[in-house]
């Protein structure tokens, strides 16, 4: 499974952030602990929603 998710920052919220990837629960944390250098300045993050594909090739495409 693949997903492409929303993140909404917290503590910016007019700050959103779309990507994909294949473990969700350890993607937020990755962006939460500021592992990520597009998102970083903006954590907190909470997730806003997510779709779920079976097929990467669909899901990146879905996510650009």
Do not use: C
């Not at 952030?17 to 903006?42: C, F």
Request: proline share 5%; glycine share 4%; hydrophobic share 35%.
């Amino acid at each position: 499974m693949h997903f492409v998710y929303i993140l909404r920052s917290i503590s910016f919220p007019d700050q959103t952030y779309v990507g994909s990837t294949h473990d969700i629960d350890d993607r937020l944390k990755d962006h939460n602990r500021g592992h990520s250098p597009h998102t970083s300045k903006y954590v907190p993050w909470e997730l806003i929603t997510y779709t779920v594909f079976s097929d990467q090739a669909k899901a990146l495409a879905f996510e650009k």
